[in-house]
């Protein structure tokens, strides 16, 4: 069950909810149960103080012509200064500075994604091919990342339904699984360290196959007009507005129709914390933490939480008749 009685004690008063902070001290007590030299390890729980290379973000290129989305937001955007520096993208570290400075690593172009499962047209198919058919548009969506922060983010992209129809999928597809690149060369978070990791790699994510089809459900190839930069998930990742950010899985390789709900990358390392719908709730709290509020980038003070990030009069009826609280 997911809301769990917390004591007092147990709740924190924090204003912005960090997973590092949590899994690397777990990471740390299991490795300090397993290695008594754990001591001179010590460095690494302090590691977001150590000194970090520059931060500066790779320069997209301008990709034009964009449509504009009515399903746009028009609240104030977020600086793209904050968007591509303030990231989660474990693959390049953990700390939210970590993908800009890691991620020059990544080599976006050849890129390939494979396709596999319940299709009419499996395959391995070259990213730029993907993309060509399709118009460019401009979304500008809110952003909730589960740890209660967010932002407004002006993607560029266009519908995951487009790609899907061409892929054919089979009465039997119910579902996709996605995966991100597994390749340790070009991203340092896949590396074996003393403590593990907190993830299981690759990262993997997935969607019911009508949450996917779903109009507002994007391929993102570039924010604020251009290409897409490394720590946001070039070249390609999902967005997927009314659910939690970690659902929206950057640097695709992989998609797999399927009947069954697949492994999620979150939902393996905490089940009872992550589940697979994830859509964002302000009435189901996290077991450590509170949904109702969040802090968007930049702003003093907490806004509330809205269901489905805002998004219910699109998407509630995917979910009707279902206990949220369950399947949350
Ligand atoms: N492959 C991969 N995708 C990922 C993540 C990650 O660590 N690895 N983090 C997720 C989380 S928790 C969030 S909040 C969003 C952040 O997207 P942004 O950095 O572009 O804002 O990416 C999601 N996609
Ligand atoms: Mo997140």
Known sequence: MLIKVR?????????????????????????????????????LLLGSAAARADASAPTGGKLEPL????????EKLNAYKDITTYN????????????ASHAGSLKARPWTIKVSGECEKPGVYDLDDLIKPNALE??????RCVEAWSMVIPWVGFPLKEVVK????????????????????????????????VLEWPYREGLRLDEATHPLTILSVGLYGKVLPNQNGAPIRLVVPWKYGFKS????????????????????????????????NPNVDHPRWSQKRER???????????????????VAKLYSGMDLTKNY
Do not use: C
């Open 7 to 43: 004591k007092p004690s147990e709740v924190r008063s924090s204003e912005i909810t960090d997973e590092k902070l949590f899994w690397d001290r777990r990471r740390f007590l299991r490795g300090a149960a397993l290695a008594a030299a754990a001591a001179s390890a010590t460095p």
């Open 67 to 74: 449509a504009k989305s009515p399903y746009s937001t028009s």
């Open 88 to 99: 989660n993208f474990y693959e390049f570290g953990t700390d939210k500075g970590d993908p």
């Open 138 to 143: 401009e979304r500008i969506y809110r952003l």
């Open 166 to 197: 061409r892929f054919g999928p089979t009465s039997k597809a119910k579902y996709i699984a996605f995966e991100t690149l597994l390749d340790a060369a070009q991203m340092p978070g896949q590396r074996p360290s003393l403590f593990g990791s």
């Open 249 to 280: 899985i950057k640097s695709i390789v992989a998609m797999r129709f399927i009947e069954q709900p697949p492994p999620t990358s979150w939902n393996m390392q905490a089940p009872q914390e992550y589940g697979f719908y994830s859509n964002v």
């Open 296 to 314: 968007r980038l930049g702003e003093f003070l907490k806004r509330p939480t809205l269901m489905f990030n805002g998004y219910g009069d699109e």
